[in-house]
């Protein structure tokens, strides 16, 4: 019979000729490209999620861009004059009042003061100050979209026209649960990669979930190492640097202390999505856990529920019984219930079961026949 050699080779006795069985054969090709197949079908879905999460972002970017841009260059213009404006009333007002007296001089300068400062605080609000830097630029739009979507909402950045404010509606409906589905399926490979380097360090119960002490260390973790990496390149401190880091990863987000360096928001974006995709990982393992502890302690407080209802059948049971008095009721143990409990099962013994013959006992063990009859006549 033909036999496998450690050469990959067919050796027989019969035919002197040796069958190389190599990789190359259509059989093996058709095995890796079954295998390549079903490796693409399963990461395909995953990816092309991400994909299009991306696209979606870097088209909705645009179109603000687009929209709120133009609107912003105008109304930096409109302020510009504004404030250009008021400021030579100002010059003219005090100019040509110096010549009257003091009191109504003060008057007139403080209400023209007051109107510069309005005016002033009233673009500073609506983030159109004098500073030559755009705000609505291309990067700062893909972080304005990141910011919606996964509904962090910095608030530093808003749409300031109608058409924008309309176009945020729509693209928040649809971002919203496709940003949040994203985060989630990466999150659970995040869970499952570590659930591998678990099972690779041999370490105990590796197909169980993480320990809720290792996720907490795992994200106060990542969020030391934002605040290092936000510290190095905003002007910010440690401390204001993690609590940015912790504001975004819980998804708070309250706008008072927002990255500015442009050049640096790929990192930024980054490092948000892979933190929110990490909190997602740890919410919901540890939420698991503590809701299956909840389920557990709901259904043992069922069971002694149903335990001390039994209990209180069964006393009753024991009390009509035996027709016991709360006195008696009251100083039974748990030994002399049992023990009326083992009496009343017993099966009924009448007294002289002795004196019953059995077939298979000996006949020198019961008395003679004539003794019995004679007993018999005693108790009639």
Same mark, same amino acid.
């Given at each position: ?6 050469? =990959? ?14 990789? &190359? ?13 079903? !490796?693409? %079908? ?5 990816? #092309? ?49 110096? =010549? ?21 605080? &009233? ?26 979507? @996964? @509904? ?8 300031? !026209? ?22 989630? +399926?990466?999150?659970?490979?995040? #869970?499952?990669?570590? %659930?591998?380097?678990? %099972?690779?360090?041999?370490?105990? #119960? ?19 190492? #934002?605040?290092?990496?936000?510290? &190095?390149?905003?002007?910010? !401190? ?11 990863? &819980? ?16 990192? @930024? ?14 919410? +919901? ?6 809701? =299956? ?16 209802? +039994? ?38 013994? /009448? ?16 008395? /003679?026949?004539? +003794? ?9």
């Amino acid at each position: 019979m033909p036999r496998l050699g450690p050469n =990959r080779k067919v050796a027989s006795t019969h035919c002197p000729q040796h069958v190389d069985l190599h990789p &190359s054969y259509p059989f093996f090709i058709q095995h890796e490209e079954n295998s390549w197949k079903k !490796t693409f %079908r399963i990461v395909l879905p995953h990816v #092309g999620l991400v994909t299009f999460c991306v696209i979606y972002v870097l088209a909705g970017a645009w179109i603000f861009f687009l929209i709120e841009s133009s609107e912003e260059q105008l109304m930096r213009k409109k302020a510009e004059n504004e404030i250009r404006s008021e400021r030579h009333r100002l010059m003219v007002a005090l100019w040509e009042e110096q =010549r009257e007296n003091r009191s109504a001089w003060e008057a007139s300068a403080l209400r023209h003061i007051d109107n510069t400062t309005r005016i002033l605080i &009233s673009w500073f609000q609506r983030h159109y100050t004098a500073d030559q830097q755009l705000t609505w630029s291309y990067p700062t739009a893909i972080f304005f979209c990141i910011s919606m979507i @996964t @509904t962090i909402g910095y608030g530093n950045l808003v749409p300031s !026209t109608t058409e924008g404010q309309v176009i945020c509606i729509i693209y928040g409906i649809f971002g919203i649960p496709l940003m949040l589905i994203t985060v989630a +399926d990466a999150g659970k490979f995040i #869970g499952d990669a570590l %659930r591998c380097l678990r %099972r690779r360090g041999k370490v105990a #119960g590796a197909d169980g979930p993480l320990p809720v002490s290792a996720l907490l260390f795992l994200m106060i973790a990542y969020m030391m190492i #934002g605040a290092v990496l936000l510290h &190095s390149y905003e002007k910010w !401190t440690f401390g204001q640097a993690f609590y940015w880091a912790f504001i975004s990863m &819980s998804s708070i987000g309250f706008g008072d202390i927002v990255p500015e360096r442009c050049e640096m928001f790929p990192v @930024t974006i980054a490092y948000i999505l892979v933190g929110l995709a990490l909190a997602s990982m740890c919410i +919901d393992t540890s939420a698991a856990y503590y809701i =299956r502890k909840i389920h557990f302690f709901g259904r043992k407080m069922k069971s002694a529920q149903a335990t001390v209802s +039994d209990l209180i059948r069964l006393s009753l049971f024991i009390k009509r019984r035996y027709r016991l008095s709360e006195k008696e009721m009251n100083e039974m143990s748990l030994q002399s219930a049992l023990k009326h409990m083992l009496a009343a099962c017993n099966a009924y013994v /009448p007294d002289d079961i002795n004196l019953i013959y059995y077939i298979d006992h000996p006949s020198s063990a019961y008395p /003679p026949s004539d +003794d019995i009859e004679e007993m018999h006549s005693i108790d009639e």
